[in-house]
């Protein structure tokens, strides 16, 4: 093994017990899959700073303070999907909800909210810059995405972390986005319940909605029902692995 793999495999497990991940998946067999040393693998081929955002050592967009969160949070694309199932679900509080994790992965599940709320969560407060031409600064609070994956246990092929919503659009299906792995792993990428210490309103993408806070507004997929852990988005609308991106935006959203 090499001295940058034995680093990075070092700063994960340090990362892992002080998070308490130690308990949850059991840190030796994490690090022992497959999956796991395909990233640290890949990632001797990329800068030290993709390194660490994959270890998760640091938050890589900037965060905010309090006193700078905006007093309007624009609502943007859906504000409210009009389809019967979603709204059958506003209507009981999200009792019957679930979060559906399937595709490749070892254990696929269904989380309830309640469940959601139970896992390792993180609140930051992060400006969200839609191509629109607006920015707004919000504090979220959610689920780390990472702790999500580990539960389900990521096959080794696995490549994007695919997010499928509630929302209709028009003749394209239902809205739907798509990141990579190293994205999903970083400490920032939450699947929200709360905006500014209030349980996630529909305007913005209620029950849970994605915060991936180094790339655009579309990338931070509301209404999310499904997640499936692919090796390539091809298959999913119209290929380019997102509603917007398949009206021609890019894949790559970075900020
Ligand atoms: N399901 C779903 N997610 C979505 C959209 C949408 O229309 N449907 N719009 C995207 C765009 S372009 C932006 S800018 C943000 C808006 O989020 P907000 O309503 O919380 O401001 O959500 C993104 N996620
Ligand atoms: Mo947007």
Not at 1 to 6: F, H, L, P, R
Not at 94 to 107: I, N, Q, S, T
């Amino acid at each position: 093994m090499t001295d940058v793999k034995k680093s990075t495999r070092r700063a994960f497990m340090g990362l892992a017990s002080a998070g308490g991940l130690l308990t949850l998946t059991g840190c030796d067999k994490l690090i022992s899959t497959p999956w796991f040393m395909n990233v640290i693998d890949s990632a001797e081929a990329l800068s030290r700073s993709v390194q660490r955002a994959i270890t998760g050592s640091r938050p890589v967009a900037r965060e905010y303070a309090e006193s700078d969160i905006s007093e309007n949070f624009r609502q943007n694309g859906t504000t409210n999907p009009q389809n019967a199932s979603y709204q059958t679900m506003v209507a009981n509080g999200f009792a019957d909800w679930y979060l559906e994790v399937g595709g490749l992965v070892d254990k696929p599940l269904k989380l309830s909210l309640a469940a959601l709320r139970q896992l390792p969560a993180r609140t930051q407060i992060t400006r969200h810059d839609c191509v629109e031409g607006w920015s707004d600064i919000a504090k979220w609070t959610g689920a780390k995405l990472s702790a999500v994956l580990d539960i389900a246990g990521v096959k080794p092929e696995a490549r994007y972390v695919m997010f499928f919503c509630a929302d209709p659009m028009g003749m394209n299906g239902n809205y739907y986005e798509s990141i990579d792995i190293p994205g999903a792993y970083q400490p920032q990428t939450i699947l929200a319940y709360e905006i500014n210490d209030q349980t996630l309103p529909v305007a913005h993408g209620a029950p849970i909605r994605l915060r991936y806070e180094t790339q655009l507004g579309y990338k931070q997929a509301k209404y999310i029902m499904r997640i499936e852990l692919v090796d390539s988005y091809a298959k999913f609308g119209r290929g380019k692995g997102g509603f917007w991106e398949d009206q021609g935006y890019e894949w790559y959203a970075g900020i």
